[in-house]
């Protein structure tokens, strides 16, 4: 019995056949691995273990070429939870620009998003071919590298990172610092044993989907899988006059106190306030949320700064003189060093977070330069999340299901814009403060209004326009406006006739109420025992009792 991490991210005791890739699958992987967009494999070539790989950027077009020892990840008979690689015989020492390199699998024919990698550094007082097996690999380590896209721990003078495919070209291109001790481990820990350095290296990625589908607590969530507390995280929101000035720092007046005169100085803004506190506690890790962030001009917010976020000291840049004059302040002030042969090096305990609105449309597009600089995690519509299983309510008898309006107006969004952008989430709306009720106002005011306004209003030909009144047979009997669903005498007509007819949402229906249907003419009752005195008042021909 071992235990083995499996497709869910979930440990468990496993006594199966022991899975490793086959000598073919492995080439599959790595040229898999180093052809990730945007790189594309260029050649591959073994003699063993031994992989020696080019591959280039296909935006730069650069070539590059690395040395791969490989070897499969397997048990460690000595420990359940342990796990090891072996070189047969092969010495990384001698040959540049190499690095050791393990992969795990749950099975075999895994596809390379389920596979986990593992990088051991190359140690120059090591004989490996007298000493094959590499350790100190715990399966707790490649789950930790799951949940977190990459995982860093020291296992006696060894640094061990494990990491997801996606994470290749960064350990490669930061090696170095990550196999040196740039980040100082929690000194309780013995150096003897495995000690463990949670702090992820840094990343760029952007929560995108359409309104509504929970980006911001996507965000959330994962800040608190993280570690992140109110001391190293901060939250901001662009906005078309969100500027760098707003969002790096700038000169403002003030007043001289002493000689009361009007004065500038450099005032730091959240991205440089987190650049020194990043690089003045590197055993910490910091994190910037923005939110919304294609209603700005990422261009002009970011400036020359966005550079940084390649996240490769070769692209350091040259801050403006009043951002330097202050950056070197700070240094004397603070014993810690910000400035990098005079250059801005992005820390790399700073991590940046933002949520994308996918139907916004939005003034300053994103170029590919800036896109490119981001890892992107799309997060979906969940038609099956209970806990957004609202119910819409448009009088005590006609009530519909959140989810259920949703699987039906989004079939229709899509077929009339072809794109699912502009779906609308489950979390458009949270009703969980109003006992799960939607009101029709609510509805009226928030989900029609973005209907009709963003998706619906100039798409009057189309067939699939829910915002057209239909006849029984199903022939166009008239354009509905917007302004129709605020006139009292047929709000609540129009509401059922465009919820039940024209999306077919079925009813929510309950055993001591009976249905009133509504014709597009005249309100007519069905089997309606005790009709209001309202509605007699309304349709005089029912008469009297």
Not at 243 to 256: A, I, N
Request: glycine share 4%; with cysteine; proline share 4%.
């Amino acid at each position: 019995m071992r235990v083995e991490i499996n497709h869910q991210s979930e440990l468990e005791d496993y006594s199966g056949e022991v899975q490793l890739l086959s000598t073919t699958r492995i080439r599959e992987v790595l040229s898999e691995l180093f052809s990730q967009n945007p790189y594309s494999l260029v050649n591959i070539q073994n003699e063993g273990s031994l992989y020696s790989i080019s591959y280039k950027n296909n935006i730069t077009e650069e070539e590059f070429s690395v040395n791969v020892f490989y070897g499969n990840i397997r048990n460690e008979s000595r420990n359940e939870r342990e796990k090891k690689i072996q070189l047969n015989g092969k010495d990384p020492r001698n040959i540049d620009n190499s690095i050791i390199l393990g992969c795990y699998c749950f099975n075999n024919a895994d596809s390379l998003n389920n596979l986990i990698f593992v990088g051991w550094n190359i140690d120059n007082n090591t004989n490996y071919p007298s000493n094959p097996s590499l350790r100190g690999l715990s399966i707790d380590t490649l789950q930790k590298a799951r949940f977190f896209g990459f995982y860093k721990h020291q296992y006696r003078a060894n640094y061990i990172c494990a990491f997801l495919p996606s994470f290749i070209f960064y350990y490669i291109n930061n090696y170095e610092n990550i196999h040196s001790n740039s980040l100082p481990l929690d000194k309780n820990n013995s150096s003897t044993s495995e000690s463990v350095d949670n702090k992820i290296p840094g990343f760029n990625k952007i929560y995108f989907g359409p309104p509504g589908t929970g980006k911001s607590h996507a965000i959330k969530e994962e800040l608190k899988k993280l570690g992140a507390n109110a001391d190293n995280y901060s939250r901001v929101t662009f906005h078309p006059d969100y500027d760098y000035h707003s969002f790096v720092g700038g000169f403002k007046p003030f007043t001289d106190k002493k000689d009361n005169l009007i004065k500038y100085k450099f005032v730091p803004q959240v991205f440089i306030e987190f650049y020194i506190k990043a690089w003045s506690k590197l055993n910490e890790h910091y994190y910037l949320v923005i939110e919304e962030i294609n209603r700005g001009n990422c261009a002009e917010i970011f400036g020359d700064i966005f550079q940084l976020l390649d996240r490769n000291p070769e692209y350091n840049i040259e801050p403006s003189s009043e951002l330097r004059d202050f950056l070197v302040e700070c240094e004397g002030e603070n014993n810690v060093k910000l400035l990098f042969d005079g250059k801005l090096q992005m820390p790399n305990n700073l991590s940046i977070l933002a949520s994308m609105n996918t139907s916004d449309q939005s003034l300053y597009p994103m170029d590919s330069a800036f896109k490119r600089r981001w890892d992107w995690q799309y997060v979906p519509i969940d038609l099956k999340c209970t806990e957004s299983n609202f119910t819409i309510n448009i009088d005590d008898i006609h009530q519909y299901s959140w989810l259920e309006f949703l699987a039906k107006v989004n079939d229709k969004i899509y077929k009339v814009n072809k794109s699912e952008d502009k779906q609308i989430g489950n979390w458009f709306i949270n009703a969980s403060k109003s006992n799960n009720i939607i009101s029709k106002e609510l509805f009226i005011n928030k989900v029609l209004f973005y209907l009709w306004n963003d998706v619906f209003k100039d798409e009057v030909f189309h067939p699939e326009n829910i915002f057209i009144e239909r006849n029984t047979d199903g022939t166009k009997n008239r354009d509905i406006s917007f302004n129709n669903f605020y006139n009292k005498d047929e709000q609540d007509r129009l509401l059922i006739h465009l919820l039940s007819d024209i999306l077919n949402v079925p009813l929510i229906k309950s055993e001591d109420k009976e249905v009133i249907e509504y014709s597009q003419e005249i309100q007519v009752l069905k089997d309606v025992a005790d009709p209001t005195e309202e509605y007699k008042d309304n349709n005089p021909e029912l008469g009297e009792e």
